[in-house]
């Protein structure tokens, strides 16, 4: 039936005259033309077969066709061009726009703040304040000279230098970020670590030869006996990248860290900080590791490890739906154990927001970084925060500093310099340090390009130590008046490129490694391992995560709700397309559900057609904008797996789950409306059999998409995929080509595909048990019932409808679990 909608977008449709173009192209050819049309005398089989399927017959039409899809692609140019120019999108949306929330969090975060003022007041502790200018110090035994704008520096005598017990023998009096959260110190150690990666410059073939022929060389050299291995002017060949199978990235490094204490790990680009840090920590992917890492005097666990461990990443990676405080109530949640009430992680919590600054701004929503929320330097700060709540004893920082201006970046030392105050153990990467920072530090790790130590020790009053090193080697240029330190020593160490002096000769390493300072740094390691393995219990853990997996479900489904709910341009975007096309299909299609008397084969692919089209539509809608939102959402999942935070498992229950209503809401906009227009069977149970395969097959495509996503490494592969599947799914669904009528090497293909299942449900529920007779004229003749008709051209049987419905739910069960195993087995972070 002509609707002026058909009309219309048929006028419009570049699909419409691209098919229509090939087609005539096709049937005007002189192999359909010069053939005659079976009954239709003066007609040919071309005309006819495009007659027949209301196509033209005009071949201007061909190019015609070409010419219109040519117009459209540089009017489609045109307006791509002016909405650039002109359409700006939506304006960065960053708050919740709740004043009255807002004001209540900022006083809230004044009392709080005054509150801890004079809590460590009363408790003469010796943290410092979070606002500056407010605190008072309680240690006189330093220099105060440069400390009016950051009042940073230890308070302590550094143990380095001291060599004094080891805070790890205090535990739980000391005071803490929450004095209600006890912790355990703990002091690292490691021992001669190194790392090693596969070469990927390896050329295996070139290595053989060059082995053998350094064999028969050696074998030359001892018949003529004229060679010694000592001989000065024997040269060394340059050494051959390709040669080498691993890459050795850290050489036998040896330092410890100690409660209390904050660590600088500095070297130049590619010294390989973050390649120790990452060792360390436990976050290598790939590579082997050597060496010993003690914690408290035992070796490290990786279960127990990581659950004492903040990590705080180089790049700032945040689920956008959030806000700051929702961020960090879920990663403390989830990393404390059940043992701490709601009520301790909330107010916990809240002391972490006061010690990074974040009070302010707790309920702006995180946001997409360079789009909208929070800047980079609060971006920063949270991350800080995040692994903060989580009480950690440790906590590494990859660049805390990078890409701030002095203000941010010393408000954030300001906040790294409170952690390490409060007893806890930790290692900062810093890059460019100004000198107030710089010297905020208690120790100083600085590596060498290559993965061996320049320095480790105390960097002393005003760098003093450090200074006082390095200037032991002859030639070294002394400190500039006023220079920066920490520039001055990656100058002359060859960390960077000199801009004022220059960089000294020397081979820095074996230097270290001659030195009194490596053989005093080797021996307080040992003297450290050897005290707390017996005064200090191994760290142990009953569980890998911190709270039960059932508890893990539900903060991952209430956190997955919050961000589904917050994302309408996801949700209802969907939804409105799903309502759009119901009712274009309703339209179209209107009244055409069902078969005439006698039923044709148009009436039948008509049928069987609207069950095709729309759920391959709709749920590829679906399973390319899940891929989006996941895309995103695995970067996340990755940090927080680091963290051991939940069970892959539960992650993947939370993810199907959060999706249900949505579905189930956009079937209810489908179904309902496209099933009564187009006039399905009015049967309770058919009708109820279509809602329930069209809710599953648009479960199926959303579950599948984000299954492309997690077996692929970026979303690029996986959206090519995703085509790649559908087209599959298309020409072995059995609409294109029916089962019978498909080759039966291909049977399997069609058995194997999803989709045959859902327009198997759907077509034999509505046609299975039709008796209308077909058309005489295409079944020769012989009275052939509707469901007679469908089960031989088709293949369809009606006893199977609801046995379709559950191999779909097999294959959305498959596919879940399959997603769980390939997040939870499969890396595709390579670090
Ligand atoms: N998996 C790997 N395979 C090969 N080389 C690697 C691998 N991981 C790191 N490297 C190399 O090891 C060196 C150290 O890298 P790392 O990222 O630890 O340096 P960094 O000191 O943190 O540098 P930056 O200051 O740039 O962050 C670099 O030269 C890097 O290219
Ligand atoms: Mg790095």
């Not at 009255?100 to 010796?126: C, F, I, P, Y």
């Not at 920072?437 to 450090?466: C, K, P, V, W």
Request: glycine share 8%.
């Amino acid at each position: 039936m002509e609707t002026p909608w058909n009309v219309f977008f048929c006028a419009v449709s570049p699909f419409s005259y691209a098919m229509r173009a090939l087609v005539i192209n096709e049937f005007s050819s002189p192999r359909w033309q010069d053939l005659p049309a079976p009954g239709v005398p003066g007609e040919t089989l071309g005309n006819y077969a495009l007659g027949s399927f209301d196509f033209y017959t005009n071949t201007p039409w061909i190019w015609g066709g070409l010419g219109f899809n040519f117009g459209m692609y540089i009017l489609l140019t045109i307006g791509s061009i002016i909405a650039l120019a002109y359409l700006h999108p939506e304006t960065p949306r960053a708050q919740i726009p709740d004043q009255s929330q807002l004001e209540a969090a900022r006083q809230q975060g004044e009392e709080r703040r005054k509150t801890m003022n004079s809590r460590r007041m009363d408790a003469n502790s010796v943290i410092i304040p979070v606002t500056p200018g407010k605190g008072t110090r309680k240690d006189s035994s330093e220099d105060d000279s440069n400390s009016e704008d950051l009042d940073m520096k230890s308070s302590r005598t550094n143990p380095a230098l001291m060599h004094s017990p080891s805070s790890a023998l205090n535990k739980g009096g000391q005071s803490d970020i929450s004095s209600s959260l006890p912790f355990t110190p703990i002091t690292l150690v490691f021992k001669d670590i190194r790392y090693f990666v596969p070469n990927p410059r390896y050329d295996k073939k070139a290595a053989r030869a060059a082995a053998r022929a350094k064999q028969t060389q050696a074998e030359m050299e001892m018949t003529k006996g004229s060679s010694d291995p000592t001989d000065p002017k024997a040269k060394t060949p340059p050494l051959d990248m390709t040669l080498m199978e691993e890459l050795q990235l850290l050489k036998g490094l040896t330092g410890y860290a100690e409660p209390g204490v904050l660590t600088a790990l500095m070297g130049g680009s590619g010294a390989g900080k973050t390649t120790l840090m990452d060792v360390i920590a436990g976050r290598k992917t790939v590579g082997r590791i050597q060496g010993d890492i003690y914690a408290n005097g035992h070796l490290v666990e990786q279960r127990s490890w990581s659950r004492v461990m903040g990590y705080c990443e180089q790049f700032d990676i945040h689920s956008p739906a959030q806000t700051v405080r929702e961020a960090l109530v879920f990663s403390a949640r989830l990393r404390m154990p059940p043992s701490v009430s709601d009520e301790k992680v909330d107010a916990y919590v809240d002391e972490v927001l006061d010690i990074v600054d974040l009070m302010d701004i707790m309920y702006n929503l995180v946001g997409i970084p360079g789009t909208n929320g929070l800047s980079v330097e609060q971006r920063k700060r949270l991350t800080i925060a995040v692994e903060l709540v989580s009480n950690p004893s440790v906590v590494f920082m990859d660049e805390p500093t990078s890409g701030l201006d002095a203000r941010a970046a010393t408000t954030v030392m300001r906040a790294v310099r409170n952690v390490a105050r409060n007893n806890r153990t930790v290692i900062v990467t810093i890059h460019q340090p100004s000198i107030e920072i710089f010297e905020a530090f208690d120790m100083l790790l600085l590596l060498q390009r290559g993965g061996s130590i320049t320095y480790f020790g105390a960097l002393g009053s005003h760098s003093q130590n450090l200074i006082d090193y390095l200037c032991q080697i002859p030639g070294t240029p002394e400190l500039p008046n006023g220079y920066n330190p920490a520039t001055w020593m990656l100058e002359v160490t060859g960390g960077s490129m000199a801009t004022v002096v220059k960089a000294v000769n020397a081979d820095w390493p074996s230097v270290y490694r001659e030195s009194e300072l490596c053989k005093s740094n080797l021996a307080y390691a040992h003297e450290l391992v050897e005290r707390d393995s017996k005064q200090c219990p191994k760290l142990e853990v009953q569980s890998q995560y911190a709270m039960p997996f059932r508890a893990q479900m539900s903060i991952l489904l209430r956190k997955f709700t919050l961000a589904y709910w917050r994302s309408p341009s996801y949700n209802m975007v969907r939804l409105l397309v799903t309502l759009l096309v119901s009712i274009l299909y309703g339209t179209t299609y209107y009244k055409k559900g069902q078969v005439g008397y006698p039923a044709t084969l148009g009436e039948i692919q008509n049928v069987i057609g609207i069950m095709f089209s729309s759920s391959n539509f709709l749920g590829m809608t679906n399973l390319m904008s899940a891929m989006a939102v996941i895309g995103y959402e695995r970067v996340v999942f990755y940090r927080e797996r680091g963290a051991s935070m939940y069970d892959p498992f539960a992650y993947g229950y939370a993810m199907a789950m959060v999706e249900m209503p949505y579905l189930l809401v956009q079937s209810l906009c489908f179904v309902p409306i496209m099933y009564w227009m187009v006039l399905f069977l009015p049967t309770p149970e058919a009708f109820f059999h279509y809602f329930i395969m069209f809710f599953e097959t648009v479960c199926f495509y959303t579950i599948f998409g984000q299954f492309l996503v997690y077996i692929t490494p970026n979303a690029g592969i996986a959206q090519v995929l995703g085509g790649l599947f559908n087209y599959l799914f298309n020409i072995f669904n059995g609409f294109v080509i029916t089962y019978p009528a498909m080759p039966s090497g291909w049977h399997w293909m069609n058995r194997f595909s999803p989709p045959t299942w859902i327009l198997y449900g759907l077509g034999v529920s509505q046609l299975g048990q039709s008796e209308v007779p077909m058309d005489p004229t295409l079944v020769d003749g012989q009275v052939l019932p509707v469901w007679q008709y469908v089960q031989q051209q088709f293949g369809y049987d009606y006893s199977m409808r609801w046995w379709c419905v559950l191999i779909l739910l097999a294959y959305i069960l498959f596919v879940r679990v399959t997603s769980i195993l390939a997040l939870k087995y499969w890396n595709f972070l390579r670090r």
